[in-house]
């Protein structure tokens, strides 16, 4: 059931945060893991002329958000990060995903997430450069100031020595004026639907700014 689902995320980025936390159980299912899978099922049913809508007409303007949850998972205490990648108003890519280690504050669960939202948003400037669209910096939207200082700091300061050095790329393309890392209201981080659980209010309205809507209405 989980499998199959995980091939749906391809289309569906607000089942996403649900199917991978539910993927993390597959190695030893248990009676108790079944009820969240129908649920989603459920939803799914409720929700089969939902899509992606890509508008024309639409600025084909790259824009990213990353978001992290920092300590989400009870069990080991690590962090969930979350990334969107947007052209305009359309959703290009996305993903969610449980990190190997444990983060030793927000900033640094923050900036992760960031760095590896910094990827495919330089694939993005590359790719539109083959067509002759130039972008002197891609905006990265972040909610947390201390990582965004972070990215924007070239002092290697004992806040941030313990970070890997392969996160450090996303301060060095800072630095060099590719990405323009950027402060977003936590209202408007639409990377919270790939990172945690959200109320009904929320979540529909998250959905609808990625884009994900009834094309017939």
């Given at each position: 059931?989980?499998?199959?689902?995980?091939?749906?995320?391809?289309?569906?980025?607000?089942?996403?945060?649900?199917?991978?936390?539910?993927?993390?159980?597959?190695?030893?299912?248990?009676?108790?893991?079944?009820?969240?899978?129908?649920?989603?099922?459920?939803?799914?049913?409720?929700?089969?002329?939902?899509?992606?809508?890509?508008?024309?007409?639409?600025?084909?303007?790259?824009?990213?958000?990353?978001?992290?949850?920092?300590?989400?998972?009870?069990?080991?205490?690590?962090?969930?990060?979350?990334?969107?990648?947007?052209?305009?108003?359309?959703?290009?890519?996305?993903?969610?995903?449980?990190q190997t280690s444990?983060?030793?504050?927000?900033?640094?669960?923050?900036?992760?997430?960031?760095?590896?939202?910094?990827?495919?948003?330089?694939?993005?400037?590359?790719?539109?450069?083959?067509?002759?669209?130039?972008?002197?910096?891609?905006?990265?939207?972040?909610?947390?100031?201390s990582a965004i200082?972070?990215?924007?700091?070239?002092?290697?300061?004992?806040?941030?020595?313990?970070?890997?050095?392969?996160?450090?790329?996303?301060?060095?393309?800072?630095?060099?004026?590719?990405?323009?890392i950027q402060h977003?209201?936590?209202?408007?981080?639409?990377?919270?639907?790939?990172?945690?659980?959200?109320?009904?209010?929320?979540?529909?309205?998250?959905?609808?700014?990625?884009?994900?809507?009834?094309?017939?209405?």
């Open positions: 059931m989980i499998g199959s689902l995980l091939y749906l995320t391809a289309s569906r980025p607000d089942i996403m945060f649900s199917i991978c936390l539910c993927a993390r159980y597959q190695s030893a299912p248990k009676e108790s893991h079944l009820a969240p899978v129908k649920r989603i099922f459920r939803y799914l049913a409720g929700t089969v002329n939902l899509g992606i809508w890509y508008p024309r007409g639409s600025l084909l303007v790259p824009v990213g958000y990353s978001n992290a949850d920092y300590a989400g998972c009870r069990i080991d205490r690590k962090r969930t990060s979350g990334t969107c990648q947007l052209l305009g108003n359309m959703l290009i890519s996305w993903f969610s995903n449980k444990v983060a030793l504050s927000t900033a640094e669960a923050e900036y992760v997430a960031a760095a590896s939202c910094c990827v495919p948003l330089l694939w993005m400037r590359q790719q539109l450069e083959d067509y002759d669209l130039h972008f002197n910096s891609i905006p990265l939207m972040c909610d947390n100031t200082n972070l990215s924007r700091n070239p002092v290697y300061h004992s806040r941030s020595k313990h970070i890997e050095l392969r996160h450090h790329f996303l301060r060095d393309n800072v630095q060099s004026g590719k990405v323009d977003v209201n936590t209202e408007q981080q639409l990377a919270d639907i790939l990172t945690k659980p959200l109320d009904k209010e929320r979540f529909e309205y998250l959905r609808s700014k990625l884009g994900i809507r009834n094309p017939n209405l």
